[in-house]
């Protein structure tokens, strides 16, 4: 301990020089932080896929509906606990294009049933199964909008026009959140009962639907049934667990988001080799102090030590440092909730970030504390500059 | 004045020279600054890539027309008795054949994406005959156009590129029937090559659309002719439509994706900026002091102290330039013409483009390696002319 005194004061010796370092290094975690964030935000619908949940589309693709009448048919195939529907509504709000959000017609018991991971109260739950016009709304939509609880709101949709060609309005009865961290909290639930029998057309069709399984380890045993159930009929199906169905999405985006990280990558590591040299460079002209600390009896061990604690103290201050500030950034919720809902730095990666943090001190100081290490005294004292 | 220049002149040269004595330093500064200017321009050919796939060139005589309130084609709908007056309104160029508009149906296929084997959605567009002359860019590049009335498609460029099972004479299946494969075209690189294209009238009753459209595609006599054709379908009591020039109509569909990639874009160039300009600071200022004693025996010399501030700016700029040029050279050839595919969330179709690296964009690339440059340099420049000359002398 005694040593973090003489390393402390190493560190103040060239102040400027320091702070430049620790900058360095802080805007470097601080991207590391973003990127790991925006990362979770694109992969957010595959960590939260419920292991015992299939998703059944129409075979051809998801924009192309399928019967109601195939929940009650699925429910019949040994192997289906349940299974309830859900349909892209596509709402938008005052009639601005980029006031968009996720809004789906359901039946608001079997879904709340189906999708435990979000949490409404009791009383609002009483409240949506009473008010036709109900709908319950996620908790960053409400702070998108600021809608509470007895808002009236009046939306459009131009997928599904209402009979008349009026708006389609809403009664907002419940707030729901997540149950965990990474859950999706901006979507718009109402009830499709009010939906279908105000729609101007394509009454008693559905989107797609979530199915649970009575038994996890048959979940690829209970698709291939559903779909052999509609084979051949005009709407066949396509079944595939949540998790399969949330990744295809992603793969949708491609390559782009493995290049976007990579290129992140290079970022990161250009801005460590930036700081590790200049780390490198700091150990390097103090060589013939460091000559007269093994001369007055320091041993190799402990010079090695007091370089690479120098290298871990720099990067550990401005690392931590800016993994914090990523931290905060990302806990105040979405830069861009329209395209990314869900926001926030995951504990793994803020732990891979602390890994990160030490292991760049060992790598920047490992060379010139090798050096300092194998000194030998009378070359180091010899050296003047 | 003379005097001036040649005592810049000496000491920059002196500077410049004596860089290979500070390789670590230099190499780390210059190696930060390629960095910044590699990830910039590779960031910004994504969005630059997918806004040319998205927008068209040429004369802007085309005109789009969707159902008032939709927000693009897959959301919006056109009857029949629609689409026989959006063709028969003013400003639509005219053929031997007819009207040159095309009414179109929008819908999206599941295929597997050639990269990760998985389902992406690509569009799958239902046109009339007048389609292709209504554009004015598709050719042929294999095989043939399809029939009309029979289950034939033609596959742009960028979709048989982008998924597999797309190649010439390989079927698509949609429901019970199976689609024959006949030809391969090309769009001048615009959004139509992600598309496939088969006659809407076979598409209708594929995808249970009556007698239905989505869009109408219309030619119009000259680029000025547009105001009056969307006049005149504005104010007809019968229709509720909008009216968008096709450009117009592609940059909106695109300004979602663009907006976010450009976004970010800034957001981790500047934040890398900052980190290389902290970089370049170091390396400038170690230089700067390394040379305390040069410095000052040339002021002592009576040498002035703008040729010294100049000096040190020259280097740290050039130091900027040669990393600026590097991170450059290497993202133009790692990411131009790149191919890529990715969703456009606002059609929920997937686009084919090809990342570019424009002259605009490595122009704005060195700049900003010149902008840090400028500024690391700056500070340890003023640093050196402030220096107190006996001070300095004295001080071994």
New interface residues.
């Given amino acids: 301990m005694r040593f973090l005194v003489l390393v402390w004061n190493n560190l103040k010796r060239k102040k400027l020089r320091t702070s430049l370092t620790l900058l360095s290094i802080f805007v470097a975690f601080v991207l590391f932080g973003l990127l790991c964030s925006i990362r979770e935000a694109f992969m957010a619908g595959v960590s939260m896929a419920g292991a015992d949940r299939l998703v059944v589309r129409h075979k051809v693709s998801l924009i192309m509906n399928l019967p109601v009448t195939y929940g009650p048919r699925m429910e019949r195939i040994p192997g289906v606990e349940s299974a309830v529907h859900w349909t892209w509504f596509n709402a938008i709000y005052q009639d601005e294009p980029k006031n968009f959000f996720g809004s789906f017609p359901v039946n608001p018991e079997p879904f709340l049933a189906m999708h435990s991971e979000y949490l409404l109260p009791e009383d609002q739950k009483q409240a949506w199964l009473k008010t036709r016009t109900g709908a319950i709304v996620g908790r960053t939509l409400t702070q998108r909008f600021g809608w509470k609880i007895g808002d009236r709101v009046p939306l459009t949709s131009p997928i599904w026009p209402r009979k008349g060609d009026q708006a389609w309005e809403f009664e907002i009865v419940g707030i729901y959140d997540g149950a965990q961290k990474g859950t999706d909290t901006s979507g718009f639930f109402f009830r499709y009962d009010y939906f279908d029998e105000a729609r101007a057309r394509g009454e008693g069709t559905v989107g797609w639907y979530f199915v649970r399984v009575t038994d996890v380890n048959r979940v690829a045993e209970v698709a291939n049934a559903i779909d052999a159930e509609f084979a051949n009929s005009p709407y066949e199906t396509k079944t595939e667990p949540e998790g399969a169905f949330a990744q295809g999405f992603i793969q949708q985006m491609g390559n782009f988001t493995t290049i976007l990280i990579g290129i992140l990558s290079a970022v990161f590591f250009t801005i460590l080799l930036v700081a590790g040299n200049t780390m490198a460079q700091a150990v390097r002209e103090r060589t013939g102090e460091l000559g007269v600390l093994k001369a007055v009896g320091f041993s190799n061990g402990l010079v090695l030590a007091l370089v690479l604690a120098e290298s871990c103290l720099i990067t550990a201050v401005g690392g931590l440092a800016g993994l914090g500030a990523a931290w905060l950034f990302a806990a105040r919720g979405s830069p861009i909730p329209a395209i990314l809902p869900v926001f926030y730095l995951p504990t793994e990666n803020v732990i891979l970030g602390v890994g990160l943090v030490f292991a760049l001190g060992l790598v920047a100081g490992i060379l010139p504390a090798l050096q300092a290490m194998r000194l030998q005294i009378a070359v180091a004292l010899r050296k003047t500059d | 004045m003379i005097n001036w220049l040649s005592q810049v002149a000496s000491i920059t040269f002196f500077n410049l020279r004596t860089i290979p004595h500070r390789k ?2 230099a190499v ?2 210059a ?2 600054i ?3 200017v ?2 910039f321009v ?2 910004f050919s ?1 969005a630059e890539g997918f806004r040319a796939a998205m927008t068209v060139a040429g004369p802007d005589d085309v005109a789009i027309v969707l ?1 008032s ?3 693009s084609e ?3 709908g056109l009857s029949r008795e629609e689409v026989r007056l959006i063709a028969d309104a003013p400003g639509v160029a005219r053929m031997p054949g007819g009207p040159l508009a095309s009414a179109e149906l929008f ?4 295929l597997p ?1 050639r ?2 084997g ?4 690509v569009p799958l567009r239902g046109v009339e005959k007048a389609a292709a002359a209504v554009r004015g860019d598709i050719r042929i590049v294999e095989g043939r156009m399809f029939e009309p009335g029979r289950n034939e498609v033609v596959v742009g460029v960028g979709a048989a590129r982008a998924c597999s099972g797309l190649g010439l004479g390989r079927a698509i299946r ?3 029937t199976e689609w024959k494969v006949v030809g391969i075209f090309s769009g001048g690189g615009g959004a139509a090559e992600s598309e496939i294209w088969t006659d809407a009238a076979v598409l209708q009753p594929a ?2 659309r009556g007698d239905s459209f989505q869009s109408v595609y219309a030619r119009l006599t000259s680029p000025q002719a547009f105001q009056e054709f969307k006049d005149a379908l504005t104010t007809n009591p019968r229709l509720k439509v909008k009216v968008l020039r096709q450009a117009e109509y592609l940059a909106e569909q695109s300004s ?1 994706l663009t907006g ?1 990639i450009k ?2 874009g800034v ?2 160039a500047s ?2 900026a ?3 300009l ?2 370049a ?2 390396t400038m ?2 230089a700067v002091a390394a040379r305390t004693h040069e410095i000052a025996t040339l002021r002592a010399l009576g040498f002035g102290a703008s040729p010294i501030i100049l000096s040190v700016m020259v280097e740290s700029l050039a130091l900027a330039l040669v990393g600026g040029a590097v991170g450059a050279a290497a993202a133009y050839v790692a990411f131009d013409g ?1 191919q ?4 456009n ?1 606002q059609t ?1 179709s ?1 686009v084919a483009f090809a990342f570019t690296v424009t002259p605009r964009l490595l122009t704005y690339a060195v700049t900003w390696a010149a902008a840090i440059g400028l500024l690391g340099g700056l500070f340890p420049a003023l640093r050196a002319a402030r220096l107190p000359v006996a001070a300095a002398l004295r001080d071994t």
Avoid: C, E, P
């Fill in positions: 670590g330093a780390t500064a190696v930060g390629a960095g910044v590699a990830v590779g960031v994504i159902r309130g939709s927000d897959m959301t919006s819908v999206i296929i599941n994406k990269s990760t998985t389902d992406a959605n949609v429901g019970q995808y249970h979602m976010f976004g970010f957001i981790i934040l890398m900052l980190g290389a902290f970089g600071l170091n200022y170690s790149f890529a595919a990715t969703i969330w929920f997937q």
